[in-house]
């Protein structure tokens, strides 16, 4: 059995389709703006009712934008590209300046303790004519950090037979913190007898790490001669050092009982090469050339003696 419908219902009806249409179609559309390009995770959900809005899906378009461009809206600070710190650096001020550099009412004290060293520099062997030969060069010293006693000494031995050999004994007065000033007496064994001259001189350490002596003597007979000495460490390794030397002998008179003369007398240049198998002990290699200069190389003519020699050593390093 067929049911008729009226002209009322059927207008309701067809209403009820057109509202529920727009509806759907609506609802589609907030779900299409409510989906952004894929931006940042971000903790701004405002979006998320951009469907539920009354506003027009536009503005919840513009509103995404808002988020993903603006980091600093969300406490991520500045944007990368800026140079500016997050936090700001205070400026430096006068009060900032003094508590960094006060100013010292006293100065470097320097300890009262008595301390000792002793050091063989130089203890080395080579080949000479005839048989073999040694030499030796060492220093000890015994004080404060401002006044100490000194000792030097070195010699060399030729064929069994010792050629020459000093001994030096200083008051040493520190004036820097890398020199020291000497006053003292040193006492010659050989060559030619023995012989004592009142010495004064100066040590330390000079521009550019070079150790430095220079010491002038005054003998018997108004002799004067003086002797400047400088040497270098170079570290090639922590271990493995090269040590190059130099020194200068000059004498102001004649003397043909010790076979030398006034003006230069001997120069000698060096370089050994050391391991240090700790700090205190290093055997070592070098070459040395050693030359008789002016007066002095006319006498060892004279006695048949060479005037320059070159050799090779072989020695070790040693200090307590």
Request: avoid cysteine; proline fraction near 6%; glycine fraction near 10%.
């Amino acid at each position: 059995m067929s049911r008729v419908i009226g002209p009322v219902t059927a207008l309701t009806f067809a209403l009820g389709l057109v509202l529920h249409g727009t509806a759907v179609a609506q609802n589609h559309r907030g779900h299409a703006a409510s989906t952004p390009t894929p931006t940042p995770v971000t903790h701004d959900h405002a979006h998320h009712a951009a469907p539920l809005a009354s506003k027009p899906a536009k503005k919840a378009t513009v509103k995404t934008a808002t988020r993903v461009d603006d980091h600093s809206a969300m406490g991520h600070g500045a944007p990368a590209s800026s140079s500016e710190p997050i936090t700001p650096i205070p400026v430096v001020t006068d009060a900032d300046r003094s508590a960094a550099f006060p100013v010292l009412h006293r100065g470097m004290q320097h300890g009262q303790q008595i301390n000792s060293y002793v050091a063989v520099n130089r203890l080395e062997a080579w080949a000479a004519k005839p048989g073999s030969a040694q030499a030796w060069e060492g220093h000890a010293w015994i004080g404060s950090d401002l006044n100490r006693v000194w000792l030097r000494t070195e010699g060399e031995r030729t064929g069994g037979t010792t050629e020459a050999a000093d001994l030096e004994v200083f008051y040493g007065r520190s004036v820097s913190p890398w020199w020291d000033l000497l006053a003292g007496i040193k006492h010659d064994f050989q060559p030619g007898g023995s012989q004592t001259w009142a010495a004064f001189g100066v040590q330390g350490l000079a521009p550019m790490k070079f150790d430095v002596s220079a010491t002038a003597y005054v003998g018997d007979s108004g002799q004067t001669a003086a002797n400047l000495e400088a040497e270098y460490e170079l570290l090639l390794t922590n271990r493995l050092i090269l040590q190059p030397l130099v020194g200068i002998t000059v004498f102001g008179k004649d003397d043909p009982q010790r076979r030398v003369g006034s003006g230069f007398s001997s120069v000698e240049a060096g370089a050994r090469l050391r391991y240090e198998i700790n700090r205190r002990f290093a055997p070592y290699v070098g070459v040395v050339h050693e030359r008789f200069l002016g007066t002095t190389a006319d006498l060892r003519r004279a006695d048949g003696e060479d005037t320059r020699d070159t050799r090779l050593v072989a020695g070790v390093r040693i200090w307590f």
